[in-house]
C-alpha cells in the first residue's frame, strides 16, 4: 500500500517486558519467541518472528492500526501460545502498554522463569497448578481494591497520563466491558465494574504510582 504524496511516514519500534513487583521492566525471558502480525499492506514482513529479549520489532508507516502478539512461553507445548492484542498509534512519542498473561499448568523450565521475575506470593507453586488458582487470584486482587477511591483518582490524572489509561482499557478490555468514546466533547467514559479484575488491578497500580491513594477519600 502506498501512501499518498505529502504523507509523513513514521518510525516506529516495539519492545517486550515483564512488569516487575516494583513496577521495574524485566526481561521476557518467560518467552521463547514473539511473533508480530502487522497490517495487510506490510506485504511479506507483515508476520515478524524474534527470539530474543525484548523481542523488538522496528518498522516505519503512515498510518494506525490493530496488531496481534503472539507470545510463546519456554517450553509450553502446542497450543499454549498467549496471544495479545496491541493498538498501534501515534498520539504520544512513546508510550506503554500493559497486559495481564495467564500461564496454565507450566513446564519446570518456566515455573523457574516466573519465580524469577514475580514475588514469592504470586509464584506458581508446582507443576500442574489447577486452572482456578487464577481465578482466585483475581477475586483477591479485585478486594484489594478501593474501586471508589479509583474512580476519584482517574479524573485527577494528567492527560498524558490519561491517554495510558485509554490504552490499557483498549487493550485489556472484555465483551462485558462498557465503554464509550464522546470524541465530541473529548471524553471517555468507562464503567469500573464491568472491567475485568486483572485490569483494575492495573488501573490501581498506575493510579498508585502517580499520586498517593491513602489520601483520597475513603469508602
Avoid at 80 to 101: A, K, M, P, R, W
Avoid at 157 to 171: A, G, K, P, T
Avoid at 189 to 217: E, G, S
Wanted: with cysteine.
Amino acid at each position: 500500500m502506498v501512501p499518498d504524496s505529502g504523507v509523513p511516514m513514521r518510525a516506529w519500534s516495539i519492545e517486550i517486558y515483564l512488569v516487575g513487583p516494583e513496577g521495574d521492566d524485566l526481561p521476557a525471558t518467560c518467552f521463547e519467541k514473539a511473533v508480530y502480525v502487522l497490517h495487510e499492506s506490510f506485504g511479506n514482513r507483515k508476520r515478524q518472528t524474534f527470539k530474543t529479549p525484548p523481542f523488538t520489532v522496528k518498522e516505519k508507516g503512515w498510518g494506525e492500526f490493530d496488531m496481534q502478539i503472539i507470545l510463546s512461553p519456554v517450553g509450553q507445548q502446542k497450543g499454549g501460545d498467549q496471544t495479545i492484542n496491541h493498538d498501534l498509534n501515534f498520539q504520544q512519542e512513546e508510550y506503554e502498554s500493559t497486559h495481564s498473561v495467564t500461564f496454565r499448568n507450566p513446564k519446570d523450565r518456566l515455573l523457574e522463569l516466573l519465580r524469577d521475575s514475580a514475588p514469592a506470593s504470586e509464584a506458581v507453586n508446582g507443576t500442574g497448578a489447577s486452572a482456578s488458582k487464577p481465578e482466585k487470584k483475581r477475586q483477591k486482587t479485585s478486594r484489594n481494591v478501593d474501586m471508589e477511591k479509583l474512580a476519584e483518582a482517574l479524573p485527577m490524572l494528567q492527560e498524558d497520563d490519561l491517554l495510558q489509561v485509554v490504552q490499557m482499557v483498549h487493550d485489556n478490555k472484555t465483551e462485558d466491558t462498557y465503554t464509550k468514546n464522546d470524541t465530541e466533547n473529548g471524553e471517555f467514559h468507562v464503567d469500573l465494574y464491568t472491567l475485568p479484575d486483572p485490569l483494575i488491578k492495573m488501573l490501581w497500580d498506575f493510579c498508585d504510582k502517580k499520586m498517593n491513594m491513602n489520601d483520597l477519600a475513603a469508602s
